[in-house]
């Protein structure tokens, strides 16, 4: 398993958190997501094999958020 940590922008409410927390747990080859408001950020534990970094921003950003 390997960490990354997202910088999210647009979220503006915990109703944002979970939506962003749901889209990456929905993603193949997330095993935990952790989403925090203050700071806008996503601490993704993820199977390399499986996904990647860029693959779990392009979920982040489908859903309507900014992700760096
Ligand atoms: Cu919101």
Avoid: F, H
């Avoid at 922008?9 to 958190?17: D, H, N, P, R």
């Amino acid at each position: 398993m390997e960490t990354t940590t997202l910088t999210i922008k647009g979220m503006t409410c915990m109703g944002c958190v979970g939506s962003v927390t749901r889209v990456l747990k929905a993603a193949p080859g997330v095993r935990e997501a952790q989403v925090t408001l203050e700071p806008g950020q996503a601490k993704v534990e993820y199977d390399a094999a499986l996904t990647s970094p860029a693959q779990l921003k392009a979920a982040v950003e489908d859903a309507g958020y900014e992700a760096a």
